[in-house]
């Protein structure tokens, strides 16, 4: 069984600040980690490997410091990694992204496919299900739970908004992954001295198979008009009061606003 | 791609178990908004089987026509039928716009059929608007919520997005509102069907629907515990509320998933949001600050929450919400 993992790079946006003044995003100093949706895909793909001796490959495609997101996956026990980056990469809305990564898999041989659901900067969870349509194979998004019967067929719980499904396919497939589906392992130490000593193959263009005008900012149907920070909504009242005249206040507010 | 023959605002109106969803029907309603700014119709897809009947609920609430294919094959949600059926109906109708809820559905479904008609899909959108050259603006939240991007899609069609639930308002139902309806066959490839529901399951939801209530007292960590959240309730029962909570609230096992407000939460715009302790962080604002009127009590003037409020209140929540009970009740 030959498993591959899609990670992405992305930034801690729990730690990410705006500039009140400019209104941008201050990324300077947020740490950049592996998207946790795909941490729980690498998990998945590891339990794989340890109970059905799954060959694992994770693969990115990111600038060239996304390489310490491969090496922290192969410090956590994967077989291969594959670093695509190339400058007719940049730019990509999900489509073309999800085009690149599409031609990279073509090279490689995989049952199983594993995507995180959703990435936490863009935020899209589109690029799962764009890889799987590329490649003619089925998809199973937000999986929480996958059984293998070791021949061909995945049993696959999928979370929805009242419960979860329970599907089943056949290799090979792709599947998004929510990040508390799986709690993902640590390091361990050999792992990280030996995941420095590993080759990590790197991919541009050239070595993948996908048509130059799917690419990059060429391939994007989408463009990004403009970027804000929200908006913050006109300040409305704001009293210190002692407790009976906040009582007051808010109930003369309510009825003013029939709401009471 | 020559764009003017893509014509008409579309939504793809998803029905659970034979049940127009509530999404579906926010989005007739925006569409509605679109179409007019655009002097085009509003068309509403529905998939299914047995569900025929539903199409004039669709009209009733703002689409001019609406497309079905009925076939057991689109009994339940599965990806390939579901998109063989809208990439069938995108080629025969060739829509100018393609509206989409972001439900767990919409968002497997989305991105399968952009791809599969090479057009681009904006995700999660929470305002949609004509823009001066009559493309689709599409904003969505990205960056987990701290950024705002507006996205276009000049060059492709349809102009694909799928929406947030709860954001949208949906329209009054009109009885007496005349449509068409059009019923198409979807020459299934059956041979790419890959994938088989053996069950849904549902797990123990409560009847509240926090995203339907016309008004929301919710509790933060700053109510405390138990006797903090009694007080919570007991208000929601003398305004005829419902009680939601931060993530915060949720966490600690005091209320109930379905309760919890904002971006891995519910988005909600009652009338009336009350937010009792909560500071205000930015995935909660992400799913209330749409609210019709906002107050927010908190001790620390600081609070985030303040920048959203209507009304804002730096006080002891619990005090003045135990003090607001005994008042309200005499
Ligand atoms: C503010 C902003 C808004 C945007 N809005 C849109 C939009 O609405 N529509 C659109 O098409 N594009 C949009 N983009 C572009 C989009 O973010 C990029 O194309 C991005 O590379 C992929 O999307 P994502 O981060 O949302 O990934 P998701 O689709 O959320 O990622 C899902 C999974 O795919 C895999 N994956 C994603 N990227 C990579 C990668 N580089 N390498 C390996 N695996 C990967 C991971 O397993 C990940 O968990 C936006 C960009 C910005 C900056
Ligand atoms: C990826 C991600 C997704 C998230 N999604 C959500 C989400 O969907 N919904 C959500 O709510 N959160 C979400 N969070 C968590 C969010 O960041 C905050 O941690 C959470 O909202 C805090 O809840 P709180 O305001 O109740 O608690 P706190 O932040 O602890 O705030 C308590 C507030 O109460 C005030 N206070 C204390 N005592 C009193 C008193 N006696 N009277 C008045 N005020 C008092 C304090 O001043 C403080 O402002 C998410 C976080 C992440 C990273």
Known sequence: MNIVVCIKQVPDTTEIKINPATGTLIRDGVPSIINPDDKAGLELALRMKDLHDAHVTVITMGPPQADNALREALAMGVDDAIHLTDRKFAGADTLATSHALAGALRNLTFDLIITGRQAIDGDTAQVGPQIAEHLDIAQVSYLRKLDYDGKRTFTIERSIEDGYEILETEAPCLVTVLSDAFQARYMTVKGIMEAYAKEVKVWGFNEIEVKEEDLGLKGSPTKVHKAFSRGVKAAGELYELDTDEAVGTIISKLKEKFII | MENSTYKGVYVFAEQRNGEIQKVALELVGKARDLAADLKEKVYAILLGHNIAGQAQMLIEHGADVVICADAPELESYLTEPYTQAMCHIIDLHKPDILLIGATTTGRDLGPRVSARVATGLTADCTK????????????????????????????????????????????????????????????????????????????????????????????????????????????????????????????????????????????????????????????????????????????????PIFQVADLGIVGDARQIIKKLNDRLKN
């Open chain 2, 128 to 303: 949609l608007e004509i823009g001066e050259d009559k493309h689709l603006l599409m904003t969505r939240p990205a960056f987990g919520g701290n950024l705002m991007a507006t996205i276009v899609c000049k060059e492709h069609r349809p102009q694909m997005s799928t929406v947030r639930p709860g954001v949208m308002q949906s329209l009054e139902a009109d009885t007496q509102r005349q449509g068409e309806i059009i019923m198409v066959d979807v020459p299934f490839a059956t041979q790419k069907f890959k994938v088989r529901l053996v069950k849904s399951v549902k797990e123990k939801t409560s009847k509240i629907d926090i995203s339907e209530a016309k008004i929301l007292i919710s509790a933060g960590r700053g109510m405390g515990c138990c006797d903090g959240l009694n007080l919570v309730k007991e208000l929601a029962e003398t305004l005829d509320a419902q009680v939601s909570a931060s993530r915060a609230v949720v966490d600690c096992g005091l209320v109930g998933h379905d309760q919890q407000v904002g971006q891995t939460g519910k988005t909600v715009r009652p009338d009336l949001y009350f937010a009792a302790g909560i500071s205000g962080a930015i995935q909660h604002l992400a799913g209330m600050e749409e609210s019709g009127y906002i107050v927010a009590i908190n001790k620390d003037k600081y609070a």
